[in-house]
C-alpha cells in the first residue's frame, strides 16, 4: 500500500488571532479618535467652542486635562454659519474641490498614457525621460519651487488657477507606479489583440486600462488625498489671489482664532476624503497586493 502524504497546514492558534485583531483595533481606535472628536464637537455651539479653545495652554501638569465628550446644548449653529450666513469657507471649499476634479481629470487622461508608453514602446530618449521622471519624484517641491514659478510667470500663468493645476497634471510619482505595474502585463495578451486587428489605441483603451483598473484606483485615491491638501502650491503660485486660495490653506488662520466653527469646517472638509477612500478601498487594497506580487 502507499502512503499518501498527508499536508501539514500550519493555521495560527486562537488567541494569538484574536490577540492580534484585538491589537489591530486599539491602532485603529487611537487613530480614528480625531476624526470622532472633529465631528462631535460640530455639534457644539459656537460659544462653547470659544470658551473651549480659550483654555488651551493653561492646563495643569498635574491634573488630567478636561474633555469634553457632549455639548451642554446640541446644535447646529456652526454648519448654518459656514453654509447659509459666512459662505466663505464654503467659497474655499468650493475652491478645493474645483482644483481636485480637473487636477483628477488631467491626470487621468495624461498619466495612463505617459506610463504606457513609456512601459510598452521602444524609442530613443525613452530611458532618459523615465529617469527624469525618477529625479523629479525624488525632489522635494523646495527644490522645483523656483524654476516653476519662473516658468509659469514666463508663460502668464502665475496667479491663475492653471498654475496650480497643469503642474499637477504630470505627477511623476503616479507616472511611476502606473508603468511599473504596465510592465508586468503578458506581452501575449497585447499580441493576441494585435493579431485580431487592434491597433495601438484599440489595445490601450479596451485591454491596457481594464486590466490596470485597481492600481489606476489606488492612485486617483492616493491623488486625491494629494490634491485636496494642497497647500505649498497654492500658497506659492497664488500668492496674490487670495479668493482663489483652498481650504487647506486658510485652516491654520481659522485655528490660530477660534471663531467657533472651525469643527463645522474640518468636518465638512474631511468628508470628501472619506467617502473616495470607501469607495475606492477595494481598488487599494488590490492595488497593494498585485503591486506586492509583482
Not at 525613452?126 to 529625479?135: L, T
Not at 485591454?207 to 497647500?231: E, K, Q
Amino acid at each position: 500500500m502507499k502512503r499518501q502524504a498527508s499536508k501539514i497546514e500550519y493555521r495560527p492558534g486562537g488567541s494569538s488571532k484574536w490577540l492580534t485583531r484585538g491589537l489591530l483595533m486599539g491602532l485603529a481606535t487611537l487613530m480614528l479618535i480625531p476624526v470622532i472628536v472633529t465631528f462631535l464637537y460640530s455639534f457644539f455651539s459656537p460659544e462653547e467652542i470659544k470658551a473651549f479653545m480659550q483654555t488651551r495652554g493653561s492646563f495643569d501638569a498635574d491634573k488630567w486635562m478636561e474633555v469634553k465628550l457632549s455639548p451642554m446644548l446640541f446644535s447646529l449653529t456652526q454648519y448654518y454659519e459656514i453654509l447659509i450666513r459666512d459662505t466663505s469657507i464654503l467659497r474655499m471649499f468650493v475652491n478645493s474641490a474645483f482644483y481636485t476634479v480637473m487636477i483628477l481629470l488631467g491626470q487621468a487622461a495624461v498619466i495612463p498614457m505617459m506610463a504606457y508608453g513609456l512601459s510598452r514602446f521602444r524609442f530613443r530618449g525613452r530611458d532618459a525621460i523615465f529617469f527624469v521622471i525618477i529625479m523629479l519624484m525624488l525632489l522635494p517641491f523646495q527644490v522645483t519651487m523656483v524654476p516653476n514659478v519662473l516658468t509659469l510667470r514666463s508663460i502668464g500663468l502665475l496667479n491663475t488657477v492653471w498654475a496650480v493645476i497643469l503642474p499637477m497634471w504630470f505627477a511623476p510619482f503616479y507616472i511611476f507606479l502606473i508603468r511599473q505595474f504596465m510592465l508586468g502585463l503578458p506581452n501575449e495578451l497585447l499580441e493576441a489583440a494585435q493579431v485580431d486587428g487592434a491597433g495601438t489605441f484599440r489595445c490601450y483603451w479596451h485591454i491596457v486600462l481594464p486590466v490596470c483598473r485597481p492600481i489606476i484606483g489606488a492612485a486617483v485615491a492616493l491623488s486625491f488625498a494629494d490634491c485636496w491638501n494642497l497647500v505649498e502650491q497654492p500658497m506659492t503660485y497664488l500668492s496674490q489671489k487670495m479668493e482663489l486660495q483652498p481650504l487647506s490653506v486658510m485652516f491654520n488662520q481659522l485655528a490660530a482664532s477660534s471663531s467657533g466653527i472651525e469643527f463645522a469646517g474640518a468636518a465638512i472638509y474631511m468628508l470628501p476624503a472619506l467617502f473616495i477612500y470607501l469607495y475606492f478601498l477595494k481598488d487599494i487594497l488590490a492595488g497593494v497586493q498585485l503591486t506586492e506580487l509583482k
